[in-house]
């Protein structure tokens, strides 16, 4: 038996319903944001997306990611397979990319054919991709003593795939792709903690150990073999704004480090500042001024032991 009261709450449920669904489509609500018209090309595919960085993976480490049964018999084949899938969703995400960046709508045959250039001209970048990564996983193997080998290091090591999904990333935003390779960059903050700006210049040999907390900025540049731990910033130390007082996009702000530099956790290095070749930075600093090649900073307990103070003989 339908009572007054249920037949009530149906009322309000349609009443509610219907305005939350009047209000949420009125797109003048939301006018600051671009939306497909429904005829154009859509928004970039995060599944797509995260697709393309299995894909990646797998054509740089054949085995370790994408399919297991990969062996040296019928890699041509899987290869062959795993480059036809990219090529064909990287085109249609760079495009979707390019259409979104520029605010709307895109003459869609040229789009289409500066997109699929884009991807083929990303798609031959990938065995200098390889030789980087798997420097960068013998420099990790290398620079960690718990690590057993190097296959551990590709299997296992978050900072290796965080490496590599900004190495991708760091390609398509050179190629002038939009969106995409910010969305590739912050897929692996989400899996790993480590969020590397893909605007960022880094050497081969990068090792990221541990990782967790790691945010490396978009102007950052970073020589060969270097060390990271985990906690480690280099980030800006201020914005210069324009007369309406937005910050002025674009500038370089962020650390330049050298060759063979270790950076220990959870130290913070800030503004355009240089750190020599074979620095080593040591761990829970605060470094806004420059570091000569060979220096090393440390901290050692003052003799207040509620506090700790930078050991100033090793600070230019």
């Known amino acids: 038996m339908i009572t007054d009261s249920s037949c009530g709450a149906g009322r309000r449920y349609d009443e509610v319903l219907g305005s939350a669904g009047r209000l949420l489509a009125d797109t003048s609500a939301i ?3 671009w939306l497909s018209d429904g005829g154009g090309q ?5 599944s797509d997306i995260k697709r393309i960085i299995g894909l990646c993976r797998a054509l740089v480490f054949p085995g370790f990611f994408g399919d ?4 040296e018999r019928n890699l041509a084949f899987h290869v062959g397979l795993w480059l036809e899938e990219l090529h064909s969703l990287l085109s249609v995400q760079i495009a979707a990319g390019i259409c979104f960046g520029s605010g709307g709508c895109y003459p869609l045959d040229k789009l289409r054919e500066r997109a699929t250039d884009i991807a083929t001209s ?3 970048t990938l065995p200098r991709l390889r030789k980087v990564l798997m420097a960068d996983a013998a420099a990790t193997f290398r620079g960690d003593p718990a690590a057993s080998s190097v296959n551990e290091v590709v299997f296992c090591y978050p900072g290796l795939k965080a490496t590599a999904n900004y190495r991708v990333a760091h390609e398509l935003h050179e190629l002038g792709v939009p969106v995409v390779p910010r969305m590739i960059t912050e897929m692996a903050h989400s899996e790993t903690g480590i969020d590397i700006h893909p605007g960022a210049t880094i050497g081969e040999g990068l090792m990221i150990d541990h990782g967790t907390g790691v945010v ?3 102007t950052a540049v970073i020589g060969r073999d270097v060390r990271i731990y985990q906690g480690v910033t280099l980030g800006a130390r201020s914005f210069p704004t324009d007369e309406e007082g937005n910050a002025i996009k674009g500038l370089p702000r962020h650390p330049v480090i050298g060759n063979g530099v270790v950076i220990y956790s959870n130290s913070t290095l800030l503004g355009r500042i ?3 070749d074979g620095a080593v930075i040591g761990g829970n600093l605060w470094v806004t001024t420059d570091v000569a090649p060979g220096e090393r900073i440390i901290q050692s307990p003052s003799s207040d032991k509620t506090q700790q103070a930078i050991n100033k003989t090793n600070i230019r």
Do not use: Q
């Open 216 to 218: 490396i900025g978009a």
């Open 31 to 33: 006018d600051a944001l």
């Open 274 to 276: 240089t750190v020599g």
């Open 68 to 71: 297991a049964e990969a062996t």
């Open 122 to 124: 990303f798609i031959s």
């Open 42 to 46: 859509p928004l970039p595919s995060a």
